[in-house]
């Protein structure tokens, strides 16, 4: 598993204990930062702030693959950070995902989904861009006798590849504020 090449994302969500917000905004800090200086590191991204009656904190971590996530869990940094974490939060659920599957409601998960509808409009915003411009755009760029089926595979595979690595990840980070508002 630790030399999968797909990309992988952490999925956290810790609840503050009571009165720990402040100190805990400070780890969030200092983790963060640690996790910055780690080759494959792709980002953090805060999903739902802790409201008056939730004091859970979604987080994603993501990683460009297996061995760096791996190389990141492993470091005596990460494991300095996360001592200091259980005087902070009363609990903490982890789960990884790969690849394409953030796309999808991952089985079982204890983190907030959100709602079928709001994926659905997000997703067809996503996509119907790519099917505007990407088949005629493959079309001008294949020989005239290239066939139909291969065209259209080849309009498939870029929107597909578009949609795991930059489109998706751009906007559920622009839409989150919609997405997993309840």
Known sequence: MANNPDPVTLMIANTIRPGKLEEYRIWVKGISDAARKFDGYEGTQFIKPPTEDDHTVHAMIRFRDHVSLSVWEESEIRQQWLDKLP?????RQAEKIEGIEFWFEPPDT???????????????????????????LISMLLPDNVPRFLAILVSCMCTVLLMTWAVMPAMTKVFSFWLFRK
């Open 87 to 91: 005087e902070l939060v009363e609990s």
């Open 110 to 136: 204890p983190l907030q989904k959100p709602p079928k509808y709001r994926m659905a409009l997000v997703t067809l915003l996503a996509i119907y861009p790519q099917i505007l411009f990407i088949p005629p």
